[in-house]
């Protein structure tokens, strides 16, 4: 008996689940790759950067309460506007969701709304590997000097990660709940699930994660397309999971020889589906827009490169190379523009419109 009524609350439950405002909510699949085709061929090329405000150190001070800054998110769209960048990738935060979930699902509508003024329809990060293994809610550390993405946070944290069984009932909640106050949002153009799974030397331990932050999307209803970029060749098994999931296939790519640029493209083509970078531009690397952003518009690929507004996060300088008694590396590693809205580069800023041009 108690084994049926259990079931039966299972049934219910799960009917609920798939009722929104009296109505049912068809779970998504996978987009086939003419419906990608489609949407993708709906789109102007699509070009960008990854964003995150000069004023914050990392996604959780980005979205918290006391430290959301829409003044400055609004001048720096409008200098993304001005160069013709039509889209955003954009790193939210699980621990902010956790502590303010109502608060934060309003600023990431304040968010959406800045971007449309400008003309730019972003695509959200939900989790990442990348980075400092551990965040708290509150107050964020100060830079470290000199030192790249000192501030940067992996999502979930990684003390959090040794029992799957609790955390994923919090992050199930985080994903539906974002994904269900924006599903149908036209302002918005994609979701990026994870950011670069398996880095930090989590390798497999990272697809649990992976899939399930596919299956909650879907069952949250998602009508954007999903993703999670590629971004190291050695992870075979990640990359296959990856790829069969992705509606739209994306990937990472600092090289700048434009051979492997083109070859990357060439392979993930073959898979069928329209390909954007969400990663690329590091002029140590000799990873230039004038080499490569030519390259990703001549082949249809979009091109989000890292870092806009020089900021907390230091990523003018380059990895592993921290430079603590230098206010300015003379060859920034990322990024566009100072503060002030003067550029690094003159001659970057015109090759970036001649690539926006439409």
Same mark, same amino acid.
């Given at each position: 008996m108690r084994t049926k009524f259990l079931a039966s609350a299972l049934l219910f439950a799960s009917i609920l689940a798939g009722c929104k405002d009296g109505k049912t909510v068809k779970t998504s699949e996978r987009w086939t790759p003419e419906k990608a085709e489609a949407w993708y061929a709906a789109q102007p090329w699509l070009s960008g950067c990854n964003y995150n405000p000069a004023s914050a150190i990392n996604a959780i001070e980005m979205w918290s309460a006391d430290t959301y800054d829409h003044d400055?998110?609004?001048?720096?769209?409008?200098?993304?506007?001005?160069?013709?960048?039509?889209?955003?990738?954009?790193?939210?935060?699980?621990?902010? @969701?956790?502590?303010?979930?109502?608060?934060?699902?309003?600023r990431m509508d304040d968010f959406l709304s800045i971007c449309d003024k400008h003309g730019i329809k972003p695509m959200f990060v939900i989790f990442d590997d990348c980075w400092n293994p551990e965040s708290s809610y509150g107050k964020q550390p100060e830079p470290k000097p000199g030192v790249h993405n000192s501030g940067w946070v992996q999502d979930p944290a990684v003390s959090l990660r040794a029992d799957t069984t609790a955390l994923f009932i919090d992050l199930e909640k985080y994903v539906k709940g974002i994904v269900d106050a924006f599903r149908g949002d036209d302002r918005l153009l994609m979701w990026d699930l994870y950011n670069e799974p398996g880095n930090s030397d989590h390798v497999n331990e990272s697809i649990p994660l992976v899939k399930n932050s596919f299956r909650w999307a879907r069952?949250?209803?998602? &009508?954007?397309?999903?993703?999670?970029?590629?971004?190291?060749?050695?992870?075979?098994?990640?990359?296959?999971?990856?790829?069969?999931?992705?509606?739209?296939?994306? @990937?990472?790519? @600092?090289?700048?020889?434009?051979?492997?640029?083109?070859?990357?493209?060439?392979?993930?083509?073959? @898979?069928?589906?329209?390909?954007?970078?969400?990663?690329?531009?590091?002029?140590?690397?000799?990873? &230039?827009?004038?080499?490569?952003?030519?390259?990703?518009?001549?082949?249809?690929?979009?091109?989000?490169?890292?870092?806009?507004?020089?900021?907390?996060?230091? &990523?003018?300088?380059?990895?592993?190379?921290?430079?603590?008694?230098?206010?300015?590396?003379?060859?920034?590693?990322?990024?566009?523009?100072?503060?002030?809205?003067?550029?690094?580069?003159?001659?970057?800023?015109?090759?970036?419109?001649?690539?926006?041009?439409?």
């Open positions: 400055q998110i609004d001048k720096e769209l409008g200098w993304a506007e001005e160069l013709g960048f039509n889209t955003m990738r954009t790193f939210l935060s699980s621990v902010v @969701y956790k502590n303010d979930p109502e608060g934060m699902i309003k069952e949250a209803g998602s &009508t954007q397309p999903l993703t999670v970029g590629v971004w190291k060749n050695s992870l075979s098994e990640l990359n296959k999971i990856q790829l069969e999931l992705s509606d739209i296939t994306t @990937y990472h790519n @600092y090289s700048g020889d434009p051979e492997n640029q083109q070859h990357t493209i060439d392979t993930l083509k073959a @898979y069928g589906r329209p390909v954007i970078n969400t990663e690329y531009m590091a002029r140590r690397n000799d990873c &230039t827009f004038q080499k490569i952003m030519p390259l990703l518009k001549e082949n249809s690929v979009g091109a989000i490169n890292w870092g806009f507004v020089s900021g907390k996060t230091n &990523t003018i300088f380059a990895w592993g190379d921290p430079r603590p008694d230098v206010a300015e590396p003379e060859l920034w590693f990322h990024d566009i523009f100072r503060q002030d809205h003067t550029p690094f580069s003159e001659e970057e800023i015109e090759a970036i419109k001649e690539c926006n041009k439409r």
